[in-house]
């Protein structure tokens, strides 16, 4: 099992980046997945969640309405949109495979290496 995240960068507040995480050794429809974030100092928290049929989804309180979880089970890649960006959305992002649903880290076993996103205000 790999997860391979890109797409990070510098960011104007309010403008858009789209995260991306290639997944090899599993299916995304088999297994709920999530996007995680850690800044210096900070515990590493969900972002969001997704189940493996899709039809559950998580967002911290922090991105509701700005964020968006997505998948595309043939290119076998789970995206993040994130618009109106903020400041304090400036962490390294991770994505993640669980083995149980849910927005606590230790729900999850298999992490990708991380992606830098900067949000200058």
């Not at 789970?78 to 959305?89: F, G, T």
Request: glycine share 12%.
């Amino acid at each position: 099992v790999q997860l391979q995240a890109s797409g990070g960068g510098l960011a104007q507040a309010g403008g858009s980046l789209r995260l991306s995480c290639v997944v090899s050794g599993f299916a995304l429809d088999r297994y709920a997945i999530g996007w995680f974030r850690q800044s210096p100092g900070k515990e590493r928290e969900a972002v969001s969640c997704i189940t493996g049929s899709g039809a559950s989804t998580y967002y911290t309180d922090s991105v509701k309405g700005r964020f968006i979880i997505s998948r595309d089970i043939a290119k076998n890649t789970m995206y993040l949109q994130m618009n109106n960006l903020k400041a304090e959305d400036t962490a390294v992002y991770y994505c993640a495979r669980a083995l149980r649903y849910g927005e606590h880290p230790s729900n999850y076993n298999y992490w990708g290496q991380g992606t830098q996103v900067t949000v200058s205000s």
